[in-house]
């Protein structure tokens, strides 16, 4: 089991160059990557996105790539647009003639000029720098994991303890639902004396009826066989090295609906205060769930 939090920093020398790469994830439902790469290494996007859905099944992820040189600094080099700044001095010229104006143009004028003067990174061939990246992304994601992996031990000794509150909860349930039915026979049997009739009276088999026909109605056996079946599936996808989140979210769901039924149906005070803690755990446990891949 693992969390969806997490963070990984790793870098990687080649050839002259360092890159290094951030990757950071919190919660989310569904997979979402996002990826920022330097301008000349955009086209390795794909590659990378593809690298981080290999290792991460769900969360927001955010990737960061930086490109530096060895002693730390931005890889740059100036290139200059030659022709640009050739077209630029002919119009200036020609709109000096046109409006009278005779200061000379001069060489600082036209560097300052849009896209005479560039700087650009110093990369001839960006897939053959897949290489380095690669390697710094893959350090980032070990690290990234290994503190999912780590965090999601504690997700999974919190959620045990949950499911261990509710199956006590649910063995207490079980030992009081047959006491109820007798119960309710003499709450019934005290009502009607108290009512002034003669234990004569009093139809046994009327009484009989009203006892199978209330038994029937607050029976909750299926609930709660249905209950302990979802404890039992907890205790195998807990054991899963895969992604269980989304298997956890479901098994949430159906554990809510039998609770629900369970608390329609209870027809005692002690079932009813069980009920309550089951509700209780169960609300912890799906906040929980939300933080597992």
Known sequence: ????TGHGWAEHASDGHKVSVEISSVNRKQSEVTVILPRELEVLEAQTRDEVNRRVARGRVSVRVTRHTSDGGESQRVSLDAPLARQYSK?????????????ELTL??????????????DVEDAEAFWPAVSAALTQA????VGMREREGKHLAKDLAARIRTM???????????PVVQVRYRQTL??????????????????????????????????ELTRLEGHFAQFDTVAKSSEPVGRTLDFLAQEMNREINTLGAKANDS????????????????????????
């Open 1 to 4: 089991m693992k969390s969806m």
């Open 91 to 103: 119009e200036f010229k020609k709109l000096a003639r046109e409006l009278h104006i005779s200061e």
């Open 108 to 121: 600082d004028t036209l560097l300052r000029a849009p896209g005479v003067l560039q700087a650009s990174q």
């Open 141 to 144: 994601l070990d690290t990234l």
């Open 167 to 177: 199956r006590q909860a649910v063995a207490r349930v079980k030992k009081l639902a």
């Open 189 to 222: 049997l005290e009502r009607i004396r108290a009512a002034g009739l003669d234990e004569p009276q009093i139809d046994g088999d009327r009484i009989a009826k009203e006892v199978v026909y209330f038994a029937d109605r607050s029976d909750i056996s299926e």
């Open 270 to 293: 002690q079932i009813s205060a069980d009920v309550v803690m089951l509700k209780t755990e169960l609300e912890k446990f799906r906040e929980q769930v939300q933080n597992v891949e």
